[in-house]
């Protein structure tokens, strides 16, 4: 539960002065809806990003292992989120597979 006011029509938010870029939150995505970019002024030199919104099925994972308090997942009566897909699921091996980065286009 976060204190941050929810933006509207978002399943997945992030609180990017609290995050540390540790990896964890797309480690457990079962999604593929989250991974790093490079933020060359951040302490790691990189930052989360929500890249596939619409995938995003509320599991909350991400927001339950966050060490820092920073990802945040919309209630179930304030978003649809989605179910899971297979292509959701490859997605997220591969983002894996790319140390947590963002898949090129
Ligand atoms: S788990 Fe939390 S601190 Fe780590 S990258 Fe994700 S949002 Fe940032
Ligand atoms: S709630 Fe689940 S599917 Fe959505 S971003 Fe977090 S870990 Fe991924």
């Known amino acids: 539960m976060s204190n941050v006011v929810a933006p509207e029509s978002t ?3 992030v ?11 797309v480690s457990v995505c ?5 991974a790093m970019v490079p933020a060359p002024n951040s302490t790691l030199g990189s ?24 990802i945040y997942v919309a209630e179930r009566g304030e978003y649809k989120f989605a179910r899971i897909t297979d292509d959701a699921k490859q997605r997220a091996e591969d983002i894996k597979k790319n140390h947590y980065r963002k898949l090129s286009a």
């Open 30 to 34: 079962p999604a593929g809806v989250l």
């Open 47 to 70: 930052m989360i990003e929500v890249e596939t919104p619409a995938a995003c099925i509320g599991c909350r994972d991400c927001e339950l292992h966050c060490p820092d308090f920073a």
């Open 15 to 25: 609180d990017t002065s609290r995050c540390k870029a540790c990896d964890v939150c």
């Open 11 to 13: 399943p997945v938010w």
